[in-house]
Structures are given as structure tokens and as C-alpha cells.
């Protein structure tokens, strides 16, 4: 059996390294590929997949907002979220979306047939580190970091404001008002009892929350 694979990653050196990588096996084939959000729901509406691969940092929709609406488009569709972005970022929240897995694109290469093999088998791939967050999360005796208060639009919100992403540039990736982006960007410091937008990047330099990808 050839298990069919929807690549979604705006970037096409990513695409066509994971399409040359699963072209060399026997069980795996990258039969749809997308590079934003909107082209991805447009694929998972089109056609069901035995898997997706998803990026979480696209232009249009794309991160929690987009796993969200692709589960709620195919509630049973496996999704392996491979992203640059550190798993203190986003690996929790993206399990809670309905992830079945999360692989940082630095990680061992060696792991990504292993992982992509289990998850479209039905598995779930939980790191050592991912599970230590998660248990931390879900711990009733851990303090409650500010940050994980966050909705999850609140918490990308958050997360381009400390990577220096104007107002601007955040509403309109989102599609939304500036005044609904500068209300979401009051929210986040009131919940994170902080002032200023220097308070929100010294807090995220010292929780891991900032990585090399900035698109």
C-alpha cells in the first residue's frame, strides 16, 4: 500500500526535499503539495489524504488557526506538523489542536520516515521533550507560566510582536483590524502583567520562546 501525502510549506526547498525523500520509498508518495494556507484547505477539501505535512509559519492562514480549520474540515486526517519553530513554541498547542505529532525541521533527520511512518499509521509522535511539556502542562503542581494563559490567537499575536512584526503587518496576515490586533496586544499584557512590549521580548528571550525563523 502507497500511503498519499499533502505537503504544506511555503517554502519549495522543503517541499521538494520531503517530495525526493519519499520518492526513494516503497509505502510513501507526496501527491499534493500547497505553499500558503488558503491552497491548502482548498486540497484537504478537495480530496481525502493519508496524511499531511504541515508547516506553521506560511503567509495568509496559517500556524494554530490553520490546524484548526483543516480538523474541522477533516476531523481524522493525520497531521505532522514539521516547523522551524522550537517545540516551546508551539508543540503543546499544536497537539491540542489535534496534531498527531511535532518535528522541528533542525532536528535528526534521521528521525522524519520513522516519525511520518507512524503517524500515518495511526500513531501519535510525542518527543522526549514534548512529552516533558506536556506533562509540565498538565501538572496541577507547576506554576502557571503567563504566556500559556494566552488564547491561541492571543499567543501568535504575542509571538510576532516580540519577534518585532508591526501592528500592521499583524493584521493583515490575519485579515484582521488594527484596532481588533492592538486589543488583542492589550489583552496579552494585562494576562502577562506586563507594561511594554520591551517586558513581552525580555519574557520570551528568557522562556526559549524566540527562534531563528522569523517568516
Not at 69 to 89: A, G
Not at 192 to 204: F, N
Request: a negative charge; hydrophobic letters at 45%.
Amino acid at each position: 500500500m502507497t500511503f498519499e501525502v499533502l505537503v504544506v510549506d511555503d517554502h519549495s526547498i522543503i517541499r521538494d526535499g520531503l517530495r525526493k525523500i519519499l520518492a526513494d520509498t516503497d509505502d510513501l508518495i507526496v501527491a499534493g503539495e500547497a505553499a500558503n494556507g488558503n491552497a491548502a484547505l482548498d486540497k484537504v477539501r478537495e480530496r481525502d489524504w493519508d496524511l499531511l505535512i504541515l508547516d506553521m509559519s506560511m503567509p495568509g492562514r496559517s500556524g494554530l488557526e490553520l490546524l484548526k480549520l483543516i480538523k474541522i474540515e477533516r476531523p481524522h486526517l493525520p497531521v505532522l506538523v514539521f516547523s522551524m519553530h522550537q517545540e516551546e513554541q508551539y508543540a503543546v498547542r499544536a497537539i491540542r489542536a489535534g496534531a498527531a505529532g511535532y518535528l522541528s525541521k533542525e532536528g535528526d533527520s534521521e528521525l522524519l520516515l520513522p516519525v511520518i511512518r507512524k503517524v500515518v499509521n495511526g500513531g501519535v509522535f510525542i518527543s522526549t521533550r514534548l512529552a516533558e511539556l506536556l506533562a509540565i502542562d498538565m501538572s496541577p503542581n507547576t506554576t502557571v507560566l503567563p504566556h500559556t494563559q494566552l488564547s491561541n490567537r492571543e499567543f501568535e499575536v504575542f509571538i510576532r510582536i516580540v519577534r518585532g512584526v508591526s501592528l500592521t503587518a499583524i493584521a493583515e496576515e490575519f485579515s484582521l483590524s488594527i484596532k481588533t490586533v492592538s486589543t488583542h496586544k492589550s489583552h496579552i499584557l494585562t494576562k502577562m502583567d506586563m507594561s511594554s512590549q520591551a517586558d513581552l521580548i525580555r519574557y520570551a528571550i528568557e522562556h526559549h520562546l524566540l527562534d531563528s525563523d522569523h517568516t
